[in-house]
């Protein structure tokens, strides 16, 4: 009955201010035409409603990869402005909760997990890329759509997780994965590293600055 706690040795924290609260990563593009993907993440929303960005791409002028809207549903959108995914939540609170998201084929069919459960989507992101270089913003123009609250063990997989992986992996972080489970695996950032000017990519390379 307790609300859901992620299983971390910390958790990277945005007040979503404004003030470039965000962690900077190098450009990377998934082409879901032709590959498929997993998104998952723990999240901590300080406030709801509004849109709060937790992947994001620089230099674009509306699109992000992932972020909640103001209906406190999950929208992902590709580098096409207009090709979203809407993910409805099952709750609606300020409590810890796992998002996952997969993606197969040409980006037309998406399926999404709140804590282990499925959600209800609608939408696809067709057959054009996903580019993200931000963690915890939307972009670093004015509407940048920071992120407001707590975000933690953001990981990516070049496959399609099942429901039972989702509920397995949710429960672990890093180094208690399996080798089935890391196999597919190509960001892990944990987010746990305190004070600091990095934000330590687990599995890739693409380890991310802090914005000062």
């Known amino acids: 009955?307790?609300?859901?706690?992620?299983?971390?040795?910390?958790?990277?924290?945005?007040?979503?201010?404004?003030?470039?609260?965000?962690?900077t990563i190098t450009e990377t593009t998934f082409n879901v035409d032709g590959a498929d993907y997993t998104f998952a993440f723990w999240a901590k929303r300080n406030v709801l409603g509004g849109t709060h960005a937790v992947l994001g791409k620089s230099d674009t002028a509306g699109?992000?990869?992932?972020?909640?809207?103001?209906?406190?549903?999950?929208?992902?959108?590709?580098?096409t402005s207009g090709d979203t995914v809407t993910v409805v939540q099952n709750t609606i609170d300020t409590n810890w909760h796992h998002y996952a998201i997969t993606i197969t084929g040409t980006g037309s069919t998406?399926?999404?997990?709140?804590?282990?459960g499925l959600c209800v989507s609608s939408g696809n992101v067709g057959d054009d890329n996903l580019t993200i270089?931000?963690?915890?913003?939307?972009?670093?123009?004015?509407?940048?759509?920071e992120f407001d609250g707590?975000?933690?063990?953001?990981?990516?997989?070049?496959?399609?997780?099942?429901?039972?992986?989702?509920?397995?992996?949710?429960w672990k972080?890093?180094?208690?994965?399996?080798?089935?489970?890391?196999?597919s695996l190509i960001h892990w950032w944990a987010l746990d590293e305190g004070t600091g000017t990095?934000?330590?990519?687990?599995?890739?390379?693409?380890?991310?600055?802090?914005?000062?």
Not at 110 to 116: A, F, K, L
Not at 133 to 145: E, F, K, M, N, V
Not at 150 to 170: F, H, P, R
């Open 133 to 145: 270089d931000l963690i915890g913003a939307q972009d670093t123009g004015g509407s940048s759509y």
């Open 150 to 170: 707590y975000l933690c063990n953001i990981g990516i997989w070049e496959e399609v997780l099942t429901q039972a992986d989702i509920k397995s992996i949710m």
């Open 1 to 23: 009955l307790n609300p859901v706690q992620p299983l971390s040795d910390g958790a990277c924290s945005f007040d979503g201010d404004g003030t470039e609260d965000r962690i």
């Open 110 to 116: 998406i399926v999404s997990y709140q804590d282990g």
């Open 198 to 212: 990095s934000a330590t990519d687990s599995k890739g390379s693409n380890t991310g600055t802090f914005a000062s």
């Open 63 to 79: 699109e992000s990869l992932l972020r909640f809207n103001s209906s406190n549903q999950i929208k992902l959108e590709s580098n």
């Open 173 to 183: 972080k890093y180094s208690q994965l399996t080798s089935d489970e890391t196999a």
